[in-house]
Every structure is written in structure tokens, then in C-alpha cells.
């Protein structure tokens, strides 16, 4: 069975930091491509990031310089580093296996709520 | 980049009715693009049906999906209790982009 657990959300002020991790049992992250997907207070998904088996990445134009997708094969664990975070980064964040054939999210966390306040 | 549109933005029904969304994308997309999600309140989402027609595993085959081109429909036969949520569709072009949601709720 695949499971996918994030941590690492709270309440940080406008222009700190935060590290979001996913825990993966049931599948491999090094060999999978992973992705982070946000759903801000009573609105629709926004996906903003992605990182191939092989190891490249894809952002969201919103967040591109902000935050940094990486996985740490050893601990089968994905990561989205989040810099200079704005109040429109408030959301709850998922983490979510994509499959590239027939282009889908298949697996998701229950996500980890991140809330950018002063 | 390619804009996706879901219709009605609220559906309301009762248990056993039909249910038809609509997804439209601003450009024509291949079939094995276009996926859709189930979100229950508090929940995650849960994918449902993938390159348009095929059902993910575990889900009923209450839940169906058509369509081509730029107009794409979920269809959901006999609705149950756990079908009221929030339905959306999703497409990759140059990276994944979901549509804005339709509601199923109680009538």
C-alpha cells in the first residue's frame, strides 16, 4: 500500500522559511517523478512543483526562485524548500506521485498546512 | 498555455440522480491528457479517471468519462451519499494545470 506523509507546515511571518517533507513507504521517490500541489483556503488545486525520476525540475512561474523541490533517495523522502514566502503561499500543501503516460497524480498525501502571516 | 473551464460551477442533485460535468480547454488536447479528481470535504483529492476514459483502481463504474477534442465529461450514473464533493479536471500541456472545480452538492 502507498503512503505518502507530509510534515513540516505552520505559521511562519512574510519572507521567512519553511522545509516540507513527504514521506514515501510503498513506492520509491528516486525512481518515481513526485510533485507538490497547493490548495489555497476555499480555492481550487494549483500544482507548483515537479521533479523527474532522472532528477530535473519544474516550478510554477509563481514560485521559480522561491522554492526548491529535492528528494533524499536514502530516506525515500521528497522536500520543498520554501524561501521568502508570501501570504499567497497560504495553503495547504500536498505531496502527489505523477505519472508522465497518461498524464496523472495517482497518490497523495493528506497534506500540511502552511500559513504565511505576520 | 492552455485555460480549462468546468461547468456548472455548482451542481445540485439528489441521491440516485445523473450527474454531467463539463471540462473545456481553450485548445484542442490530445485524449490521454485529460484526467479528473474527487475532492470530499477535508479530504484530499483522489484521481478517478485518467487519459480521459479509463477509471483508476477502486473506483465504480458509476463514474464514467467521454469526450475529445476541447469538451470532456464526467459523468457520474446513480449518485451516492459519498459522491457530493468537488470535481476537478486536469490536463499537462507544458506542466499539469487543473480546472477551477465543479460542486455536486444536495438538491
Known amino acids: 500500500e502507498v503512503q505518502l506523509v507530509e510534515s513540516g507546515g505552520g505559521l511562519v511571518q512574510p519572507g521567512g522559511s519553511l522545509r516540507l517533507s513527504c514521506a514515501a513507504s510503498g513506492l520509491t521517490v528516486a525512481s518515481s517523478f513526485m510533485s507538490w500541489v497547493r490548495q489555497a483556503p476555499g480555492k481550487g488545486l494549483e500544482w507548483v512543483s515537479l521533479i523527474y525520476a532522472g532528477g530535473s525540475t519544474y516550478y510554477t512561474d509563481s514560485v521559480k526562485g522561491r522554492f526548491t523541490i529535492s528528494r533524499d533517495n536514502s530516506k525515500n523522502t521528497l522536500y520543498l524548500q520554501m524561501n521568502s514566502l508570501r501570504a499567497e503561499d497560504t495553503a495547504v500543501y500536498y505531496c502527489?506521485?505523477?505519472?508522465?503516460?497518461?498524464?496523472?497524480?495517482?497518490?497523495w498525501g493528506l497534506g500540511t498546512l502552511v500559513t504565511v502571516s505576520s | 498555455e492552455i485555460v480549462l473551464t468546468q461547468s456548472p460551477g455548482t451542481l445540485s442533485l439528489s441521491p440516485g440522480e445523473r450527474a454531467t460535468l463539463s471540462c473545456r480547454t481553450s485548445?484542442?488536447?490530445?485524449?490521454?491528457?485529460l484526467a479528473w479528481y474527487q475532492q470530499r470535504p477535508g479530504q484530499a483529492p483522489r484521481l478517478l479517471i485518467y487519459?480521459?476514459?479509463s477509471r483508476a483502481t477502486g473506483i465504480p463504474d458509476r463514474f464514467s468519462g467521454s469526450g475529445s477534442g476541447t469538451d470532456f465529461t464526467l459523468t457520474i450514473s446513480r449518485l451516492e451519499p459519498e459522491d457530493f464533493a468537488i470535481y476537478y479536471c486536469q490536463i499537462y500541456d507544458t506542466s499539469p494545470t487543473f480546472g477551477p472545480g465543479t460542486k455536486v452538492d444536495f438538491k
Open positions: 502527489a506521485r505523477f505519472v508522465v503516460i497518461q498524464p496523472r497524480f495517482d497518490y
Open positions: 487519459g480521459t476514459s
Open positions: 485548445q484542442s488536447i490530445s485524449n490521454i491528457y
